[in-house]
């Protein structure tokens, strides 16, 4: 019972068994799944950079001199 | 302690671990405050999505490997398994472009930008041996079209990726320990030498937050810390 | 400094150190990523195509099938003339300049395609006296005779196979009885080929083929490389990877069934294969991999790499990931 429950549960929301969507560019024929995957990582990679750090307070009070290990 | 003899082996080796690493630097409780970054999270990222393939692939060898095909449980631990795999090459990825871009290898680091690299190309024979241990279509097409590049160069002589037995075995046992050590020693190795300081802007520049003097004038190599 | 050592200004930290909780930025970054795999796997779950088999595919292109078993018998097919690491053919032995690593390392994988794919399984059915008759009759003739017999039954089927392709009326040689799916060839000279033909078709379809090929050294097997080389010769596999964008000129090895990521850093791997000199090359797969070993080697000594070590100074990216650092310390204006 339980088993074919949680079989239910663990189908997938979005069915992705589907011949993909090609993206066609020159020479580059790469499955859309694939061109997301190498653009967010571009992505994330310029956000990760230009994201401020938290915790400028506690380093600022460390370059003090303030609670310094 | 026992009164052990001067050459002793073990305390040769005991020494030599708490010089390279005593416990405060093997587990430090604060770092540089130049480490301000969301890119410095992408290490530790990559180890935390390692754990992930490592904790759901045991339960997919707990039950062996056809069980995922025929039930909703093993499917679903397998999807957790390719999702993590995902996850683990994004985010190495970008912490590599990370570390590029910071020129990591600084300071004497060289060896952790090569186990590092190592890691990356030991990576993925692992993965590669886990998409044709699948035993499914897919396995099928990649291991028949990835022969014949290792057998162009000689290595499908002894690695044979239409050998599900060989190619399991390596996928569940030989490439993951391989990862795990090269990770270990990258992450001690950084222990070790600590996270790299900043490119030095102007020498001028090269004076350190808290001290009482500018640093001395730079030397020709950074001597390990 | 020399070549291999640049200048390195780096001196060791001696600053002020911050607060920082490693053990609960691990546990978080675990708790973070196994939530965000749990939840890929809830909306997306993951591929599972069935694996093709023998049967299947002597039941669904039985006159591929019978065109491909006629190849194994007369050793004209892929495997069949494949070279190392299979047998001593030179069909798909690359080589680089003096480099000939394939040859090198030799047949550690023997696979006799008449034996193993064709005489052997049938050898296995019982009580077929004309089957046994016909193999009798095969493996006794001499090596022209086999070899005659086999190209005379082989042509009607690859006349077919090349109509099939270029989309052209299909040449009536070559029947299939819609109801038994057995395969008829027209051709005269063929011997006790096309019986042969006709039993391993049978074999096949009944299953039996996929047990035999694969437990043909011993009852406990884990190495499909023979069942796997022979559908491989065959058209199913690349049928079912066509439809799936599966295939090389698609930079197939980076991509996954369905509609999936797939291997997406096997992208510099499978870049060459879409380029000339690379792509309509016979030592495609031998310089693919050369490249890809150089660039391997130089990306493991990046900080000896004069030039390539260099350009982050050059693109400073650096300034903007350490830009808190910088301000902190720009000396102070006096008031």
């Not at chain 2, 671990?17 to 430090?28: C, G, H, M, S």
């Not at chain 2, 770092?31 to 970054?37: C, D, L």
């Not at chain 3, 099938?65 to 032995?93: I, M, Q, R």
């Not at chain 3, 006349?159 to 392709?165: G, L, N, P, R, V």
Request: glycine fraction near 8%; charged fraction near 15%; hydrophobic fraction near 45%.
């Amino acid at each position: 019972m339980i088993h074919a429950g949680l079989g239910v549960v663990m189908g997938a929301v979005f069915d992705l068994n589907h011949p993909a969507h090609v993206v066609h560019w020159h020479f580059i024929k790469l499955p859309l799944a694939n061109v997301i995957v190498i653009g967010l990582m571009l992505v994330v990679f310029a956000i990760v950079i230009a994201l401020p750090f938290p915790g400028a307070a506690r380093r600022a009070a460390a370059r003090r001199g303030a609670g310094a290990s | 302690m026992s009164g052990a003899p001067e050459n002793s082996w073990t305390v040769k080796v005991r020494e030599k671990a708490v010089e390279a690493l005593p416990p405060e630097k093997l587990l430090p409780d604060g770092q540089p405050t130049y480490v301000a970054s969301w890119i410095y999270v992408f290490g530790v990222a990559s180890i935390a999505s390692l754990v992930v393939i490592i904790t759901s692939g045991s339960i997919l060898a707990l039950k062996g490997p056809a069980w995922w095909h025929y039930t909703g449980i093993g499917h679903f631990f397998n999807s957790i398994h390719m999702w993590s795999v995902e996850l683990f090459f994004f985010v190495m990825v970008v912490h590599l472009w990370g570390k590029y871009w910071m020129s990591a290898w600084r300071g004497g680091r060289t060896r952790v930008w090569i186990t590092g690299a190592i890691t990356f190309l030991v990576a993925v024979p692992t993965a590669l041996t886990g998409y044709v241990s699948q035993q499914n279509f897919d396995a099928q097409w990649i291991s028949t079209q990835a022969k014949d590049g290792l057998n162009s160069v000689g290595v499908g002589a002894f690695f044979n990726v239409t050998n599900f037995g060989q190619m399991y075995s390596f996928h569940v046992l030989l490439l993951p320990i391989a990862v795990v050590v090269l990770v270990s020693a990258h992450v001690l190795l950084v222990r070790r030498h600590g996270v790299v300081p900043p490119i030095e802007l102007h020498a001028r520049l090269a004076i350190v937050p808290g001290s009482e003097a500018p640093a001395p004038a730079a030397t020709a190599v950074g001597a390990d810390s | 400094m020399s070549l291999l050592h640049p200048k390195d200004d780096t001196k060791p930290w001696t600053g002020r150190y911050q607060p920082y909780d490693l053990v609960k930025e691990a546990c978080i970054a675990i708790g973070v990523i196994a939530l965000l795999a749990i939840v890929a796997a809830v909306l997306f779950s993951s591929p599972d195509d069935k694996p093709s088999t023998v049967a299947q595919w002597s039941r669904q292109l039985p006159v591929d099938f019978v065109k491909t078993a006629a190849t194994e018998l007369d050793g004209t097919s892929g495997t069949a003339t494949y070279g190392p690491p299979y047998n001593h053919e030179s069909g798909s032995v690359q080589h680089f300049l003096f480099l000939h690593p394939q040859r090198w390392l030799g047949v550690s994988h023997p696979i006799n395609t008449a034996e193993d794919y064709v005489i052997g399984p049938l050898e296995t059915v019982p009580n077929d006296p004309t089957l046994q008759r016909a193999l009798d009759e095969y493996t006794s003739a001499p090596e022209k005779t086999q070899k005659a017999w086999g190209e005379a039954y082989a042509k009607p089927l690859e006349e077919d196979a090349e109509a099939e392709e270029e989309g052209k009326p299909l040449p009536k040689t070559v029947t299939v009885n819609a109801t038994t799916g057995t395969v008829g060839v027209q051709a005269s000279g063929t011997g006790p080929v096309p019986t042969m033909m006709t039993s391993l078709l049978s074999l096949a379809r009944s299953g039996g083929l996929d047990g035999s090929l694969l437990t043909s050294r011993q009852f406990f097997q884990t190495d499909y490389t023979k069942p796997l080389l022979f559908m491989a010769d065959g058209g199913l596999l690349d049928k079912r990877a066509e439809e799936q964008h599966l295939g090389g000129d698609e930079w197939g090895m980076m991509n996954e069934t369905g509609s999936y990521p797939g291997q997406a850093w096997l992208w510099l791997y499978a870049l060459w294969y879409q380029i000339e000199p690379f792509k309509n090359s016979p030592n495609a797969d031998i310089l693919v991999m050369l490249i890809m070993g150089v660039l391997s080697v130089a990306f493991i000594c990046v900080p000896f790499i004069p030039g390539v070590r260099d350009l982050p100074r050059k693109i400073p990216i650096y300034k903007l990931i350490w830009r808190e650092h910088y301000r902190a310390i720009r000396p102070r204006s006096s008031a």
